[in-house]
């Protein structure tokens, strides 16, 4: 028997999941659940990074006094966000979230130095303004402090592990969704970390999932009185580990839709597919545990339900997600319709309020009770 424990964070909540191996099946336990919200400072939106590693803690402290002997501990998470770690291997800041708004308008100052055909090509990716070199571009652009003293990137699952005692590096996986890899060769893409100004030292060595990076650390093992356990690189991106689990069989063709905060809807190719109709259609070609390329299309998931309720708990009310089913059930079917991709509907927010407003401006019934607003994001 082997057991190992899996933190999942995804962009609203976390969650730590203890594996058990044993007679060739896997069971699971949920030993902690925690929530994940964006913080506000002076505009920019940013990650509580001590608050999440100290939940992660508990969890695993939590675990171990429950008798548990761990054989491994494995992190993923959403993509594209990172830490900058100085010189001497301290974060330099809080890391920014990707709804973060410095790159509302980065695209056009980014294809300037490097064109959108070019860097298609070069990385076969999805333009999305909250990708990592969209991030690095506005950090360059704006001449942020912490890009002066930063000495490397650790995009957020390996900046966890990182904290746990783990090496510097950078999982295939994750680090595909950065838009600067090369989908061919799966390492580090030259011509746009040149053309952007990009300090080379500060992308980490690329290591395939499924690799370990190192024990706990002696400061945390002492803090929790725990052994060395192993730490272990999965597919660091929730979405290839996702897919890294569908039992599909593989003599024959299929696809999967993984839904989060973002709906995730592909297929799993052997090599990426870049040419012109892909850039049309604006699908991606991301890592996947055991080298494979995850097809896809980026599309809205959850976010405005988990907005929605985020903001109802803020005044009090309190729903869980089976409640929220409950009340949108009882609501006419499509009384009114939003564009769930709508510049009104990026940040965070008062989002019941954004789609009462919507649907105000074009014309529509305007959902007053939360069954209404709920009915109206999801048939949307």
């Known amino acids: ?29 949920e030993m902690h659940r925690f929530s994940n919200d964006p913080v506000e400072i002076n505009g920019g939106l940013f990650w509580n990074l001590p608050g999440l590693f100290q939940e992660m803690k508990l969890a695993l402290q939590k675990t171990l006094q429950s008798g548990v002997q761990l054989d491994g501990i494995a992190i993923d998470t959403w993509g594209v966000d990172y830490l900058l770690l100085d010189k001497q291997g301290f974060p330099v800041s809080l890391p920014r979230h990707y709804r973060d708004p410095r790159t509302e308008d980065i695209l056009p100052w980014t294809f300037e130095k490097i064109s959108r055909e ?64 090369d989908p061919f060769t799966k390492n580090w893409n030259k011509k746009i970390i040149d053309a952007l100004g990009i300090p080379e030292n500060l992308l980490p060595e690329v290591v395939a999932a499924c690799s370990q990076a190192g024990t706990l650390s002696k400061a945390i093992q002492e803090e929790l009185k725990c052994p060395a356990i192993p730490l272990y690189m999965v597919g660091s991106h929730d979405t290839a580990s996702a ?51 995850r097809f896809l299309k980026n599309i809205m998931g959850l976010w405005l339900i988990q907005e929605c309720r985020r903001e109802w708990k803020r005044r009090g009310q309190n729903y869980s997600f089976d409640e929220i089913d409950e009340l949108a059930q009882k609501e006419e079917p499509f009384r009114s319709l939003i564009d769930p991709n709508d510049q009104l509907f990026v940040a965070p927010g008062d989002t019941p309020e954004r789609i009462a407003e919507y649907c105000r401006k074009t014309g529509q019934e305007v959902p007053e009770t939360p069954g209404q607003i709920i009915r109206a994001a999801l048939e949307s």
């Open 243 to 293: 897919v890294a689990s569908v039992p599909a069989d593989d003599s024959k063709t299929w696809a999967y839709l993984s839904s989060g905060t973002w709906s995730l809807l592909g297929v799993e190719l052997d090599e990426a597919l870049v040419n012109d109709e892909v850039l049309k259609a604006n699908y991606t070609n991301e890592g996947g545990v055991g080298g494979k390329i």
């Open 118 to 181: 070019e860097m298609y090509k070069e990385t076969g990716i999805q333009f999305m303004n909250l990708n990592t070199v969209f991030q690095l571009a506005a950090a360059i652009k704006n001449q942020e402090a912490g890009m002066q003293v930063a000495d490397k990137l650790l995009f957020m699952p390996n900046a966890f592990t990182y904290l746990f005692g783990g090496k510097i590096c950078a999982e295939y996986s994750i680090a595909s969704t950065s838009q600067l890899l």
């Open 1 to 29: 028997m082997k057991q190992f424990l899996a933190f999942d964070l995804g962009a609203s909540s976390g969650r730590a999941m203890l594996g058990t191996l044993a007679e060739n099946k896997i069971t699971l336990q």
